[in-house]
């Protein structure tokens, strides 16, 4: 076997921060090599490099023996290396076989060889079993399709070398077996892959060998099979992990009821449609669902930013009268929301400013229209410290948090209040496993204090272990609920795609 | 290759120095413009300087022609700080000098510690209602405010034309479109001997300070801020996001209107279509140079005043156009929005 990619210590600074120091990786034909690695581990940059969109500080790549000159997408994409990126680079108005030939002609040429190119596309989709229709247009199509067409994309530019950059995050589990299934196949057929992951489960079940980044540096490497998945973990989070669990608790009132509920979308989303649900104090309800089935909705009825169009909604026994986001947390419902930096927080605002926003007009924090500079402050200095946000103090700018203490300020905000309700809609995404391991336990607090918890999330993993009880919706309806010790990952993701009612 | 690197924080040497290198350098850049033309740009300058700056007279001039600028000024501040983007400030000035005129011109009498905050509270409130307008329009029907605000400013032009041909006309005129003059009770005396400046200044200044303390030390001003920044978080954290707008058009469209009472009552004593040469307009450049700053806006209205003021002279003595003052506040502005970018992001060179 022959290295036909090679990175050699390949480092990149940014200001005072390394992101990759002195990496070296080679790639082999015909395997998949994964990249595990916490969020901001490095991965991605790295791959940027070898792709061209970064110029690395040090080091050199070279593909089939040849070095590949830096900073040039055009020389990576001619030199057979294809990547899919986690948010895709589609363009949603044009077909799929326009989105695939896309920048593959000449803009010299007088007319397109659509024949020539639907033909490929075909024997393509064929050969690797990448189902999809050339002719439809791309806003039509799942997220699942959406990756073939990306994957579809590289392979008619003759990529040798496909990479893949957290590929799984959007899909269901069945989607993701076949992906696997796909990336198996791509494989046996000569074709090299580089599999950017932080879930462990499928980087165990996919890969041929595992590199292990943490803050910049390999910290392991090792054919996967004998791979010891503890360890692997210990890895790349650079000690052990204790994904916290909730005691037994029995549930207690009713603290949010929905009946016969249906609600339109603020936004033009997905509706609800005829819904019933009831939250209990001491239970964590967990909403599975693939993204764009109505959890928004859902979210916004219980943040207060739309309203039920029928049916009755009820909060601690009351029905209200008003439904905005003040009667919301006035009535002693948390909210952490699904977009944190765009919804959660203003960044451009402070981070003392920031976690006054939904108490700003009640005393000590300000009094008779004026703001209490100090109280404010003093109050800040407080939640930094008991919530542990990385931060410059109060005074700082709310844009220059990580994402996983943007998050932390969220959680002091809304816990500080000690509500009743708590909505945490996607409350782990996009965080690295310590401060997944954090939220996870600060909502297990609230549901020991007494507070019924709804938990929306895309992550079944984190469903299945924080939940009381499972609802799976779809289309913007509400399945029966699930215990998530009777029931499996698949089963749920049967229902997720609307192929089998409740279990 | 040059790339850009966002900055975590701004030196304050850095914040305080960027705009005024900022200024200089758009003053050399019209330093060729007005090479061009044949005079020399240091003469052109000292001229500029001293017809702005260099005499009691030339000083007082500056500073009446600043007065109704520091509150348009004001006026885009505030309103842009919520991204209500009121174009509408020229509408609003004639708006107050409009119901200055009306009430004021001997409709009614009162004694003048009364009769001033009287028309300038009526000048404000006509300001506010006429923002008003495109605010609701904003709110219910989504409709952009930059289009609704500007063309409001042709509206109320046009209704002040008509009123001055008409109804208002000051039958002593000789027949030229011009109101009868506001009442002595109602007029803004002069704080200073022999010059135009008058009592507006000091109205103008107190309100930079006031709305400079508004949207630093209240709620409303914390509201009007995360609007701005990003109205659906702050929709989301329970902020009346319609309210705060409108709390925002009736602040923004009042602090015009006062522009437009100061000028009537103050700096003219009566009413005409020509009252303002665009004060409403150089209100959004003069907020734009302050970089939304309440305070800085004072400091911005009197430079660009000093400009346009010492350009007359300076153009009257070399020959060069008067437009060149419209060209050094234009390229002023523009040099302090890149300047701006250099505070909040490093240069790296490779």
Not at chain 1, 55 to 76: C, I, M, N, S, Y
Not at chain 1, 431 to 454: M, P, S
Request: proline share 4%.
């Amino acid at each position: 076997m022959t290295a036909i990619l090679k990175l050699v210590n390949i480092s990149k600074r940014f200001g005072s921060l390394t992101a990759n120091d002195a990496i070296s990786l080679s790639l082999e034909e015909g395997e998949i090599l994964a990249l595990l690695g916490e969020n901001g581990a490095g991965k991605t940059t790295l791959m940027n490099i070898l792709f061209g969109h970064y110029t690395a500080d040090e080091g050199h790549v070279e593909v089939f023996g040849k070095p590949l000159p830096p900073g040039q997408p055009d020389a990576a994409l001619a030199a057979g290396i294809g990547m899919v990126h986690q948010h895709f680079s589609l363009a949603d108005n044009l077909s799929v076989l326009e989105n695939i030939m896309l920048g593959t002609e000449s803009l010299w040429a007088w007319r397109q060889d659509t024949a020539f190119a639907t033909g490929r596309i075909k024997q393509l989709s064929r050969d690797f079993g990448l189902t999809v229709d050339p002719m439809a247009q791309v806003s039509t199509l799942t997220v699942g399709e959406r990756q073939r067409v990306e994957i579809l994309k590289a392979l008619y530019r003759d990529a040798r070398i496909l990479i893949l950059d957290e590929p799984t995050a959007v899909l269901t589990p069945q989607e993701s077996e076949s992906l696997f299934e796909t990336l198996r196949s791509l494989v046996d057929r000569g074709m090299s892959i580089i599999f950017i992951s932080h879930k462990l489960n499928e980087i165990v079940s996919v890969s041929d060998r595992v590199m292990v980044i943490r803050r910049g540096k390999v910290v392991a490497e090792q054919p996967i099979r004998g791979a010891d998945r503890a360890s692997l973990a210990e890895a790349m989070v650079g000690h052990t992990v204790h994904a916290p669990k909730g005691d037994v608790l029995a549930p207690g009132d009713v603290v949010f009821q929905l009946q016969n509920v249906s609600a339109g979308a603020a936004d033009g989303g997905q509706p609800l449609v005829d819904v019933d649900l009831a939250i209990h104090q001491h239970e964590i309800v967990g909403i599975a669902g693939v993204s764009g089935n109505g959890q928004q909705t859902l979210a916004d009825l219980i943040s207060g930013l739309c309203r039920p169009g029928s049916g009755s909604m009820t909060l601690f026994g009351n029905k209200l009268a008003h439904y905005n986001p003040d009667v919301m947390v006035k009535s002693g419902v948390g909210r952490i929301p699904e977009d944190r930096n765009r919804v959660g927080v203003i960044g451009e605002m402070t981070v003392q400013e920031n976690l006054i926003s939904e108490k700003r007009r009640r005393l000590p924090f300000s009094k008779f229209g004026f703001m209490n500079a100090k109280v404010i402050e003093d109050h800040a200095a407080r939640q930094i410290d008991a919530f542990d946000v990385r931060c410059q103090g109060p005074h700082a700018e709310t844009r220059l948090l990580s994402g996983g203490n943007v998050q932390k300020l969220i959680l002091a905000r809304v816990l500080d209040a000690e509500p009743s309700l708590l909505l945490a809609d996607q409350p782990s995404r996009g965080l690295d496993v310590g401060a997944v391991a954090y939220v996870h336990e600060k909502i297990l607090d609230a549901r020991a204090r007494g507070c019924g918890v709804l938990l929306i999330s895309e992550d079944l993993e984190e469903l299945m272990a924080l939940s009381d009880r499972i609802v799976v919706i779809y289309h913007g309806r509400l399945s029966q609920p699930v215990n998530p010790e009777d029931i499996t990952a698949r089963d749920i993701g049967l229902m997720m795609s609307g192929q089998s009612e409740a279990a | 290759m040059i790339r850009l690197e966002p900055r975590e924080t701004a030196p304050v040497w850095l914040s305080l120095s960027a705009p005024l290198t900022a200024v200089l350098a758009a003053l050399l850049l019209c330093a060729l413009l007005i090479m061009w033309t044949g005079a020399s740009a240091l003469e052109a300058y000292g001229l500029l300087f001293k017809g702005a700056l260099g005499s009691r007279f030339a000083i007082t001039e500056t500073l009446t022609r600043a007065t109704p600028m520091i509150l348009t000024g004001l006026a885009a501040a505030i309103a842009f700080r919520a991204k209500l983007w009121n174009i509408g400030g020229e509408g609003q000035f004639y708006a107050g000098a409009l119901a200055a005129t009306w009430l004021g011109a001997g409709a009614i009498t009162l004694p003048p510690y009364l009769m001033v905050p009287f028309l300038i509270g009526a000048g404000a409130l006509a300001g506010g209602l006429l923002l008003l307008i495109p605010a609701i329009l904003k709110n219910r029907l989504k409709v952009d405010e930059v289009v609704t605000t500007l063309l409001l400013n042709f509206i109320v032009l046009l209704f002040v034309n008509y009123l001055l041909e008409g109804p208002l006309k000051d039958p002593m005129s000789m027949g030229w479109p011009q109101a009868a003059p506001i009442i002595d009770e109602g007029v803004l005396p002069a704080i200073l001997s022999k010059s135009r400046v008058h009592l507006g200044l000091v109205i103008a200044v107190v309100a930079a300070v006031l709305v400079w303390a508004l949207m630093r030390f209240t709620v409303w001003g914390y509201e009007i801020r995360a609007v701005g920044y990003n109205a659906a978080a702050a929709g989301f954290a329970g902020i009346g996001v319609n309210k705060t707008i409108i709390l925002t058009a009736l602040l923004s469209g009042g602090l015009a209107g006062i522009a437009g009472v100061s000028e009537v009552a103050g700096t003219k004593g009566y009413l005409t279509l020509d009252l303002s040469p665009g004060f409403g307009y150089a209100g959004i450049a003069v907020a734009m140079l302050a970089a939304l700053h309440p305070l800085a806006v004072v400091a911005s209205a009197v430079f660009l005043s000093a400009i346009f003021v010492g350009a007359d002279s300076m153009s009257r003595a070399l020959n060069v156009p008067t437009y060149i003052s419209d060209v050094i506040v234009a390229t002023s502005v523009l040099a302090v929005l890149v300047s701006g970018m250099f505070t909040r992001f490093r240069l790296r060179f490779r």
